[in-house]
């Protein structure tokens, strides 16, 4: 999906992403905030980035489980 970060918390392991449509989900765009299943991936992107990402419900979690920016 694609998305743009809106701020990176790399102490809470959290990601707020607005993205578009996940037709998938039945979502609509929104500014969302994601956990990372990898706390590292969070030190490759900042704040305004253009990024490409894959979640997963991982227990009660919607989880960010690939993260990439695009160029």
């Known amino acids: 999906m694609d998305a743009e970060v809106r701020h990176v918390?790399?102490?809470?392991?959290?990601?707020p992403l607005k993205h578009g449509d996940?037709?998938?989900r039945n979502m609509s765009p929104?500014?969302?905030v994601?956990?990372?299943k990898d706390p590292a991936m969070l030190a490759r992107v900042k704040?305004?980035?253009k990024v490409k990402f894959k979640a997963a419900m991982v227990g009660q979690d919607v989880m960010v489980t690939e993260l990439r920016?695009?160029?």
């Open 47 to 49: 704040t305004g980035d």
């Open 9 to 15: 918390d790399k102490g809470g392991g959290t990601i």
């Open 22 to 24: 996940i037709k998938a």
């Open 69 to 71: 920016v695009v160029k």
């Open 30 to 32: 929104m500014t969302m």
């Open 34 to 36: 994601f956990k990372a």
